[in-house]
């Protein structure tokens, strides 16, 4: 009976290592609290229906390609390397990287790479042996197992790595040849739980905790006291995610305005409300927004 009820759980994943700390304050920003200490793998989560598991973004990948994960977070890069078909929720926008190609300047002949045979080393694989191929390149992927920027030229000629600035490449004197993707850490579901019914029901509620905490972070919420002649005008330069709350003053002096704008405009926004006559304008930070 009991192995019965857990299998009527959510089985939700939380990645291990740089993710951890962005994604359990994302998860804690929507009301869902997760206690672990540092050796605990199966933390609890202030969730009904959910138990958690701590593993690597890799790992969370193929459990959910398998089915033997409900739903988890990873990056991006990885369910392209497994080339898996997975459900993509959201995009958190966390921990963005490029997917590169790169090779000492010193064997590249006017940026491209010499007529001989090759070694290319990466911990990506399929992605490398998929670029190798594109390329027309004579070379032999291998797999390394981290500080792949380390290996040229003495033991690759090529990398395919992540970088989030380029400097560690720099650092190692290596010279970007080509850009494969882009990777952020995003939400991801297993295709098995999103058709069963009430598993999908359970998922979209959670995505729409998270979802609301994303949009909040990325929306400020301003409110302006607006005269009755110039009303139009304000509202003309509010971006909104629809239309503004507008109520009327005491005294019928004018109105309030209250919008939630995305937080990048700010800077051009506020000028432009206060020379259309907005006055006494205060700018807040939603902690979540549910569309």
Not at 62 to 75: I, K, N, P, Q, T
Not at 131 to 141: I, M, P, Q, S, Y
Not at 258 to 274: F, Y
Request: with cysteine.
């Amino acid at each position: 009976m009991e192995r019965e009820q857990r299998r009527e759980l959510i089985r939700f994943a939380i990645p291990k290592g740089r993710m951890y700390d962005a994604v359990v304050r994302l998860l804690s920003d929507a009301g869902v609290r997760v206690s672990s200490t540092s050796r605990d793998y199966r933390p609890s989560i202030g969730l009904d229906g959910y138990e958690a598991k701590i593993l690597k973004p890799r790992a969370i990948v193929e459990m959910l390609a398998r089915g033997d994960r409900d739903l988890g977070f990873a990056g991006a890069d990885w369910v392209a390397e497994h080339g898996v078909d997975l459900v993509e929720l959201l995009d958190t926008g966390f921990d963005p990287v490029r997917l590169v190609a790169a090779a000492p300047a010193s064997i590249l002949d006017n940026g491209g790479f010499p007529k001989r045979p090759l070694i290319v080393a990466s911990e990506y694989t399929s992605i490398a042996a998929r670029w190798v191929a594109e390329k027309g390149l004579d070379a032999r992927v291998v797999r390394s197992y981290g500080a792949t920027e380390v290996l040229p030229p003495e033991d690759a000629d090529c990398i395919i790595d992540n970088t989030s600035t380029g400097s560690t490449l720099t650092a190692n004197n290596l010279r970007i040849v080509d850009d494969l993707m882009g990777s952020t850490t995003r939400l991801y579901a297993s295709r098995p739980a999103m058709e069963d019914r009430a598993r999908r029901r359970e998922i979209e509620r959670f995505m729409m905790l998270v979802g609301s905490v994303l949009e909040a972070r990325a929306r400020a919420l301003i409110e302006v006291n607006v005269p009755a002649d110039r009303l139009d005008a304000v509202i003309e330069v509010l971006p909104c995610m629809r239309e503004p709350t507008v109520a009327s003053l005491r005294g019928d002096s004018g109105y309030a305005v209250k919008v939630a704008v995305p937080r990048s405009s700010l800077a051009v926004v506020i000028p432009k409300v206060k020379r259309c006559g907005g006055t006494d304008i205060i700018v807040t930070t939603p902690e979540q927004i549910v569309l």
